[in-house]
């Protein structure tokens, strides 16, 4: 029996407390992540972390690998080869709602087992979105299937997602085996994508609600009563001055925005112009319907009743974008306010709506609305700013409006960013280097060969990433160092001898999965593959497949928009609710444990 320590104690007491704060999002789980080495190495004495033990996670082989998966990915990305497929799938789908379906988790699951699947949902989007309002979809019922595809294809090879990496490092420290190869995932990988591709395809389109409906970006944030058109007659006072002067003191004063000025044939940005304004302009606007006739009233302006706005009118070729942003969890803007934000000077941009998380819709008073990661902003801006936009770290634009001003012809350094990536792939496969130097050597050889910039290898990186997976894998470590491992084996252990090893092994599955939908995958893996691979050996089963059960378990995390980064990427351009995740995910994640248990014991038993 092993006896419970104070050391022990401690360290479950971290881990308690990191869960919590994990769930909670008190802070961000990159800065808890900090937090946690340095708990770890003050309380050495306890935790048995010392300084090198507690900073181990940067030297990490999954962590280094990460990094540079980051990297590749960008490289590959930047070839345009993604955005290409989008004129593929929109030919192929014809209009066809199934065919769009099939067309987008068939593209996305291998890819995402290739490249890291969170810039591939970021790239696919604005291109399914757009595609949905071609073929007269609702994208409601294309992005929760975009992020599960992305999901489920990561488990297809070891650089499919960080998981893979992080658990592979863990089985080889645990068992002193070697770390999992580049295809050992590849056999099980394709039995999870193809069932849980036939579920997205049967199953989850009865599941899925209707939350968008079809048709423009403006019905959808339901902008239309908040926006009019008034025309200046030549007796306004507003007559002769400059047209920025009187968009800033709108907005200032009665928190209407002028969005647009149309000259005759001319459209132009009053916010963005040096033009003075003329009498028979006509002003497209954005405020309360109250609070507009009250501007009419001041500035003796005539209400153009029977005027309406469409998308069209707000996204013109004539420098003019009408974009959808969502705020990404490693955004700096969280927990700041639009106001303080200051999106209108920093970004030249006018906030038209918002979508929180909740699903709440915020269509007026925007400066006191605090950002929060999840939330949806639909803005109005140039097509410079609209291509700044896309390069932000605080923003992933996810409509097409900007979409149209990328060159979408494939880059003239597209072989040699696919066949960098194959040589990294390939010569991990074979054992003829380790993967962290293969992919390290990639990221060099994509510099030297003009694939990308140096600067663009580093801007490709989640850094909130790196310090989450630096932070939990000595967590990991102290749970093994002070014996918290073995008593949680043991305890584990007893109660499995009542269960037969298989019904053990999808208890694993099952605790893993749901664990990753309140805290990080990386994080559950990290805290829950020793335990398993502790109890294998107590049961005298194979460690191997139980590494696996936990490893494909922390890629399903789909019943909470909070458990997997793409799932939040998709949750606000979806127009979904919480309990979305829960009515779609829940059957495919249970589903999937047995499906992997059985795959596991036919493939390689246990």
């Not at 401690?10 to 994990?22: D, N, S």
């Not at 996810?398 to 072989?415: H, K, N, R, V, W």
């Not at 309140?518 to 050996?537: E, N, R, Y």
Request: glycine share 8%.
């Amino acid at each position: 029996m092993v006896a419970v320590t104070l050391g022990m104690l401690v360290v479950f007491a971290l881990v308690v407390v990191t869960m919590v704060l994990f769930v909670t999002e008190t802070f961000p789980p990159d800065v808890t992540a900090i937090g946690v080495i340095v708990a770890l190495v003050v309380l050495e004495p306890w935790t048995q972390v010392d300084l090198q033990t507690g900073l181990s996670g940067f030297s990490s082989t999954a962590t280094i690998t990460v990094l540079a998966m980051y990297a590749l990915s960008e490289g590959i990305q930047n070839t345009g080869a993604i955005r290409l497929l989008g004129d593929a799938v929109s030919k192929f789908a014809h209009g066809s709602e199934s065919r769009l379906l099939g067309a987008i988790i068939g593209l996305t699951g291998p890819i995402a087992g290739i490249i890291n699947n969170a810039p591939v949902v970021a790239v696919f989007i604005p291109m399914v979105s757009d595609l949905a309002d071609e073929a007269a979809v609702s994208p409601s019922k294309l992005l929760i299937p975009l992020s599960y595809a992305a999901m489920l294809g990561g488990t297809l090879t070891l650089i499919g997602t960080a998981t893979n990496l992080v658990a592979s490092e863990a089985y080889a420290t645990a068992t002193g085996e070697p770390p999992f190869s580049m295809f050992v995932f590849t056999p099980l990988g394709v039995l999870v994508l193809v069932v849980g591709g036939i579920y997205l395809l049967t199953v989850a389109p009865h599941l899925i609600p209707e939350r968008i409906a079809p048709g423009s970006r403006t019905a959808s944030y339901g902008v239309q009563p908040f926006l009019a058109r008034v025309l200046i007659p030549s007796r306004s006072p507003l007559v002769g001055s400059p047209a920025k002067e009187v968009a800033d003191d709108a907005h200032r004063d009665l928190n209407v925005d002028i969005l647009d000025v149309l000259r005759g044939q001319t459209h132009f940005i009053a916010t963005d112009s040096d033009r003075d304004v003329e009498g028979r302009d006509i002003l497209t606007v954005r405020g309360d319907p109250a609070t507009i006739r009250e501007f009419c009233r001041l500035a003796d302006l005539r209400f153009l009743p029977r005027a309406s706005v469409t998308d069209a009118e707000l996204d013109r070729p004539e420098r003019v974008a009408l974009v959808e942003l969502v705020v990404p969890r490693e955004s700096g803007l969280i927990g700041e306010t639009i106001g303080d934000a200051r999106l209108r000077e920093r970004y030249d941009a006018t906030v038209l709506a918002v979508r929180r998380r909740g699903g709440e819709l915020v269509r007026e008073h925007f400066r006191d609305v605090e950002l929060q990661a999840g939330d949806s902003l639909l803005l109005q801006t140039t097509d410079e700013t609209a291509r700044y936009l896309r390069e932000s770290d605080d923003f992933v634009v996810t409509s097409e409006a900007a979409e149209e001003l990328i060159d979408t012809q494939l880059s003239p350094t597209a072989f040699r960013a696919f066949a960098i990536v194959a040589a990294v792939i390939g010569l991990a496969a074979i054992g003829a280097v380790p993967i962290a130097v293969a992919a390290l050597g990639g990221v060099a050889v994509m510099v030297a060969m003009d694939v990308l910039s140096a600067s663009e290898a580093y801007d490709a990186v989640s850094w909130n990433v790196i310090f989450l997976l630096a932070g939990v894998i000595p967590l990991g470590r102290a749970l093994q160092l002070t014996g918290g491992v073995a008593l949680l084996g043991e305890l584990v252990g007893v109660t499995a001898t009542v269960l037969p090893e298989l019904a053990v092994l999808a208890l694993f599955y099952i605790l893993t999965g749901l664990l990753s939908n309140v805290i990080t995958p990386v994080a559950s893996v990290v805290l829950i593959i020793p335990v398993a691979i502790d109890t294998a050996f107590r049961l005298g089963a194979d460690p191997f497949g139980f590494a696996i059960a936990v490893t494909f378990a922390g890629s399903t995390a789909f019943m909470t928009p909070i458990g997997y980064q793409t799932n939040l990427m998709v949750y606000g351009p979806g127009g979904y609710r919480f309990t979305d995740y829960l009515r779609v995910g829940a059957p495919l994640q249970f589903l999937l444990a047995a499906v992997t248990t059985f795959g596991i014991d036919l493939l390689w038993g246990i």
